[in-house]
């Protein structure tokens, strides 16, 4: 979905809110909810990000949250500092706290996040846990543009687990692999709703542990939502 991306934040042309105007690197801030979607599971998703800063850096509060069958099923945060190592890309380096589901497990992270060639929206992180885990998530995204207001956004997320761990159900390689194609309309720059469908597929040691506690290793989902900042 269309939002403050890397470039245009650098640049200072996205819509975001400025809190200063005498200085010529002043502090902005914003809010970015890139995600807040249902889809045909009862499902609730709130994906997005509070951030505050300068041109070349900036403070990052990241969500991701899930919420289904009366509970909340996913809390990910993450607080991150960010800082621009050209006009495309942005070194990242923080905390990352999972309090859903249980065991809790708190994380250090480093990532690069920016628009690599062909504008495709691209997001590396590393994380190393409190017993020495690691794991590694890779986000891809891209924005095609139908029409003045009709656009159509694929995106691929990819998670990696160093070892195995049975307690959160995760093994080591490849762990989980979400896919989506959403197609929204601009009704303004800040407010695009939007439909689509999601494919979701877990692998190797992390599929045993899942049909073990009896859950599905695949599934597709359809979804309709909302994307938008301020």
Not at 82 to 101: F, I, K, N, Q
Not at 111 to 139: N, R
Not at 168 to 180: C, K, N, P, R, W
Not at 218 to 223: L, N, S
């Amino acid at each position: 979905m269309k939002r403050c991306h890397l470039l245009t934040l650098l640049l200072g042309l996205a819509p975001c809110s400025v809190l200063a105007h005498t200085s010529d690197d002043p502090l902005l801030f914003g809010l970015n909810i890139g995600q807040f979607e249902w889809n045909d599971q009862d499902q609730l998703t709130v994906s997005g990000d509070l951030w505050a800063g300068w041109d070349l850096r900036k403070f990052w509060l990241k969500f991701d949250l899930e919420h289904a069958r009366g509970d909340l099923q996913e809390v990910e945060l993450q607080a991150l500092y960010s800082v621009a190592v050209s006009p495309y890309w942005e070194l990242l380096a923080g905390l990352r706290h999972d309090a859903r589901p249980q065991p809790t497990n708190t994380w250090g992270a480093l990532g690069l996040a920016g628009v690599a060639p062909y504008f495709i929206d691209t997001e590396l992180k590393l994380f190393v846990g409190e017993s020495g885990a690691v794991a590694l998530q890779l986000a891809f995204g891209y924005e095609l543009n139908l029409t003045q207001n009709w656009s159509l956004s694929p995106a691929l997320e990819l998670d990696l687990h160093g070892q195995n761990d049975s307690e959160t159900g995760v093994g080591s390689g490849l762990g989980e692999l979400t896919a989506g194609l959403r197609l929204g309309y601009e009704i303004r720059p800040d407010l695009i709703p939007y439909v689509g469908v999601e494919y979701w597929k877990v692998f190797g040691k992390s599929a045993n542990f899942a049909r073990a506690a009896g859950d599905e290793t695949a599934d597709i989902a359809w979804i309709a939502g909302l994307s938008f900042w301020f």
